[in-house]
Structure formats: C-alpha cells, structure tokens
C-alpha cells in the first residue's frame, strides 16, 4: 500500500534523518513539508527528494486527504498539541521522543489517539536494533536466571559540539537534559527487554559542563523493577571529542543484565554490535559464553538500518491493525520514569512509580 507522508517540524535535530527515512521507504509515494519558520519551508523541498507539497500552516496539511501519516519533530513543549491535533484529522503519527515535558502533559494527546483510533508510535528505534531483539529473546527465556540488577551507559558528546543555545538545553521547552533526550532510550529498552515495570527511582544530576544551559548534562539514576531488580542508569554529554551538531555524534553505549543464572551484555567494537552471554554451568563455579555479532548495513535513515525497519513495522501495523513497535502507552510509562527521576533529583527523596505504572 503506497501512502503520502506529512513532515511537521523541519529544523528538529533529527529532521533530516526522518526524512531521509522517508525516501528510503518503497511505501511512502510522496511527503508534504511544514514547518512554523518560513525560512525552513524554503529549505525543506532541498531535503526531500520526495517533496510533493509545502504547506504554510499545520491546518493546510491536515487537511489533505492523501496524506495518511504524519511525523512530528518539533521542540517538546509544542509536541502534545501536535499529537492532538494530528489525532482529530484522522493521521496516524510517528512522533519524536519523549513526547512530552511531563507525563501529565501527554495524557490529553493519548486520549485524543483513543478516541480518533489512529495509530501511533514514539520512536524508541532501538527496539528494532538487532542486538536489543536478541537481548530480549535471551532474558525472556531465562537465559541469566532471575534478575538481579543491570547497568546502563549512555555517555555522548559534550554540550559544546551541540549547540549550548539550542532549545534541547532550556528547560522550559525540553522538560530535562540529557535524561529525556537520551537517557530515554535506555529507559525504554530497559522495560522492552526486561518485561518488567519501575517500581521506584532516586537520583542525583548535575550541570556541569560550564555551558550557559538548565538542564542536567550528567545523570547518576537507580531505578528498583517490578521484580525486585536494582538498577543503574548513568547518562551525561560528558566526551571530549567529536563532530558538531547532532549528525554523527560519537558514544559510549553500554546494557548489562546480570541475573542468578548469567550476565547478559551489549557493547560496541568498531562496527560490530555485541552480545554477550555469560551463563552458568549447572552445579558448577564455570561458565559458558557465546557472543553473537552484528554489522549492520550502512542506511541513511534516522536510526540507521533498525530506524527504518522501525518504521517499516510501524505502517505494517497501520494496515494490519496490530501492534506498532512502540506504543503510546510506551512513551507513557518513560514520562513517568522520568518525572519520578526529575523528582527524586530535585528533592532528594525517593518516587514511587507503583500506582502510576498499575
């Protein structure tokens, strides 16, 4: 089935890579561009060679009949009104994370997703990365036994390649730092892999990059999951090296799950993606492992080859009416990790995620 995509949101640090995702995509026929700054829509068609309209307002968009499903990248503040209003025109949305500043603030977008019945996913892209699929199926079968805790990295480039002046480092329109802009990712995989919900979270974040910004470019988090697992999330803009901007950028990436029977992890060794299984012998002090490697073909999607496979299972859902690969239940449950995060760091008590995440 070909569709037409609408593009809201040009100048999003990840604008481009979605729409080269579109092109990339045998389904998708044509895109219509919009973006509130004039001088964006004028840019727009030069990065879309799929470009077939640029309207000057959201309406305009909206309302046309070919277009199917809509992509929203724009600053985080204005993101819940967007879903909305996507919803009452009928469009199925891919929407970039974390959706919202608060959880509390998404809640009214998901209800109109309910009520119109459009599909929608947030794009937790690493759910479709080949190494996390088989992380899943390893911890779902019981691969380390039960869960005892996990340690998760996710170290990035310093404030200074990215713009301290951008919105992304203004509390007012991005809700957080590092955390909701990247540290998400790891929430949500957290869950994805695991099966399980957070239960509790305490933390300790700071500023301190020297940069002109107000929110957290360093985040030490630990997190207590529904079945009784301890876990740590460290995050910061911390690398002292790298390219400018958002295209490129170089990490430090790390999952490590560490169970009664085993340790399970992810890691990076050049362009091989690894996963590490370390299991124990029955009755015994030795162990097995296996580590399964992943190279993964060069795609100039957002995300990488898995970002467009994304996208591929979230309009295969559209037609089918199944499940998407991230739902807004999903992105849900992350917001609410993330304000219990925000409030533990700003009050120095521990949150309690039971009731929010029943």
Not at 138 to 157: F, I, Q
Not at 263 to 280: I, N, P, W
């Amino acid at each position: 089935m070909r569709t037409v995509a609408g593009m809201i949101g040009l100048t999003h640090p990840h604008s481009a890579g979605h729409l080269r995702t579109l092109d990339a995509l045998e389904e998708v026929e044509g895109v219509v561009l919009y973006d509130p700054d004039p001088a964006a829509r004028d840019a727009g068609p030069g990065l879309c060679r799929k470009t077939r309209a640029v309207c000057d307002d959201l309406p305009a968009l909206l309302g046309r009949s070919d277009v199917s499903v809509v992509v929203i990248a724009l600053p985080t503040d204005r993101t819940p009104d967007a879903i909305a209003e996507c919803a009452r025109a009928g469009k199925h949305v891919i929407c970039e994370k974390p959706c919202a500043r608060s959880a509390g603030e998404l809640r009214p977008a998901l209800d109109a997703l309910a009520r119109h019945r459009v599909g929608f996913t947030v794009c937790y892209v690493w759910r479709a990365h080949p190494a996390v699929a088989r992380m899943r199926e390893l911890v779902r079968a019981g691969a380390v036994g039960r869960l005892t805790s996990a340690e998760l990295r996710m170290v990035t480039s310093q404030v200074q390649f990215r713009d301290p002046a951008h919105w992304l480092f203004k509390r007012d329109v991005a809700g957080g730092g590092v955390l909701s802009w990247l540290g998400c990712h790891w929430l949500d995989a957290l869950r994805y892999v695991t099966g399980e919900e957070v239960r509790a979270a305490s933390a300790i974040v700071g500023t301190l990059s020297g940069e002109p910004i107000d929110v957290e470019d360093v985040a030490s988090v630990n997190l207590r999951l529904s079945g009784g697992a301890l876990v740590n999330l460290y995050a910061g803009y911390l690398l002292p090296f790298g390219p400018s901007g958002y295209e490129g950028a170089v990490f430090d990436l790390s999952m490590i799950f560490r169970g009664a029977a085993g340790t399970l992890q992810y890691g990076r060794s050049g362009d091989e993606h690894l996963v590490t299984l370390r299991s124990a012998a029955p009755g015994g002090r030795t162990a097995s492992q296996r580590v399964d490697r992943y190279v993964l073909p060069p795609v100039p999607a957002y995300g990488g080859a898995p970002g467009l496979r994304f996208i591929e299972m979230f309009l295969q859902s559209v037609r089918d009416g199944g499940a998407g690969p991230a739902s807004a239940v999903d992105a849900l449950r992350v917001l609410e990790i993330l304000d219990a995060i925000y409030f533990s760091a700003r009050t120095g008590r521990g949150a309690d995620l039971a009731a929010a995440s029943d």
